[in-house]
């Protein structure tokens, strides 16, 4: 039995290492296009801004590793062209052709500039590949631009604004909605927007790129979409997302053929249906569940809360669910509230803490929540995703047993309080 | 209507203010035997430190806020003394007598000092109410003891021997059982004990205190009790734990008489057996059902999972659930898991974080946890116990949608390789 797998970052490497600790004689074989194995490419923005002294310090495994210690054979600078389902080969761009039983697709992720136009200049760069990352290195070192121009003001977006912030740019982030962060959320925006004034960079709201702006340096963090074009040639499915449509087992329409990772869609825990939220950590769960099931297995993977976080100048900001936006959109019944608390004593210099919490008036489930704050958003908004994955009520919520001392919290922790006035709108 | 609460602190003042926003026409009456009310005394260990520079830093609210905001009389150095429960009448100690339609008992917990010979010493100190840790402060500054003992190796003795030993005592931890936390749990006895020893605090295992050891300083932090005399005479009935046995809406056996909070058991939510677990943050929600219950309302508390988080000499020790040991005691068929992994990536100042995790071969519930790190505990076993209160298995759990961005954790949280390697060996 040969089990290839096109792509050698999370959702591949995770799916070729779940197979093999199940079948140890599988053939395994990972084919990737760039020279990259194995590196996490969530990184970048802090290479750029110079936490990350060197890329080599983002790479997890290497090839060698993967041949060694697991017996699996990554391919890099091996492209893989076409995809030749009933002779059951992939096409190299070598010409070689490579025979397989199973197939699982992990192509990603890219930007389409194909509508921005002069997006080819070489003062505009993508974030998103080591390539790119060492481009736009080496161009802040040798050309020191002065002003610099983001596109998108999703959670990449504004950690390039940091990063360039860093470095001692003048940053503008141009995002062609109204809101930030993908969520449609009055709030959150105005959150967000104060703290970039306060942190000296701008962002302009409802400003669409119809072509780059003009700037020393232009940083296209917008116009991410699935890299499907690849298995949709083959007869792969698309879903209504645009990503490749998966069964909870990753199975395309294709027999013997899986998805994972940023090119699929997965199945949103909350409006239960299929949502494209590319993430490092889905892509890992996707997976392995793809390459359990390609070794034999019968394994699920149920879907996502939609958990993203991101930090920009000191302040995390973490969201999980539905906003109250979407999940009117989704035909919920949806109401909020919006809190602030300190999340420890003063005596032990706690900060305020914002928090948002959605519930649908009619069932009384918890939909989603924001949490933002300098310290303490990753624990509680990942509290909230596990009330979501577990679809728990806000008075439920209201009752949970969270951890108390006073170098850790106060009584009433900001998720219980928010809860409380949560719980009493919807009585 | 007249509601007469005993006791001012978080159950008592939870409930009068609970039963307040319920029914504005509500005669409420609030007695307190000492002094003080509304105050936070899981900060007293902060005000021996040093870090809380005066006892009025912990006070919530004053007697004069609750008659001003909430129309509620808080009647402070008023003991009541007994209950007349056919009379419907608390009996002061002054000998005055007070008329109740609903009665809610808040009388807390204390130390039993009775069976230690020598507790009354002017060197032994208990840490638990206002007075107490007044006293202690003079002491230290007037005798400046050299050596401490503490006997008890639960929070508060782990909480008193770090302030202590920030004021430069040699410090002695003298522990009943060979176990710390109460968790029975080995793993857990020798994390804490290396830790200690590394802080130069000497924990003594198996050392039950027989008498008042030789010491400058004595901190009683072992011996707590429900406070049940008072209820008990006037026939509220006990339960096996040794504290007032209580409905979930917080009833005890005698009409219109409720209980809550240190006094009271609750319900654990994983063994489903009454449990005797003091904490302020159980005591508040409780204090809010009787509360509510007391002016008319239908509300039920389901219980706690048993969440505590401690700090000592910056270790975060955070539990919840059943330990392996305890579980097994429950009848489960327990088995865990241990891992150290680290909380972020290197560039991001990463630190090991220990996880245990404790699930029941039969079914895959999830039966509890313990993370223990310098950092990232409280969100982490708060997650944990969301997943206990809402019975999620291991294989659930491994799938939990946490939030990933290198400043705040690594693509795969411990959480989730710990419930990897659990749902592993449930396999």
Redesign the interface.
Known sequence: MRLVVIGAE?AGLSAASAARRLDPSLDITVFEKTPHVSY?A??LP?FIEG??RSLD?LTVYSAEYFARERNITVRANSEVVAISHPRREVILSTGGRERYDKLIVTTGARRDLSALPGADQPHVFTMDTWAAAERLKQFLASRRPRRAAILGAG?LGL?AAEALRTQGLEVTIHQKTGDVLRRRDPWLTRLVADHLERCRIRLLLDSPAVSVPDSDLVIIACLYRPNTLLAAEAGIEIGRTGALRVTPRMETNLHSVYAAGDCAETNH?VSGKPVWMP????A??MGRAAGANAAGARQS??G????????VCGL?I?L?GLSEQQAKKEGFDAVSVRIEARDR????QGVPVSVQLTADRRTGRLLGGAVIGER????????I???L??R?TAA?FE???????????N??DPLLIGARQLAKLLH
């Open positions: 999370a996490g969530c990184g802090y936490r990350v310090e959670y950690e825990l993430l490092g950590t889905t890992g769960k993977f149920p996502i809360t939609g958990t993203s976080i991101v930090r995390g973490g999980t004593p003063r005596y032990f303490g958003v990753d624990g509680r908004i990942n509290v995703s596990t009330a994955a577990s728990m439920e009752t949970l047993d969270l951890a108390y001392a006073p170098p850790f919290s009584v009433w």
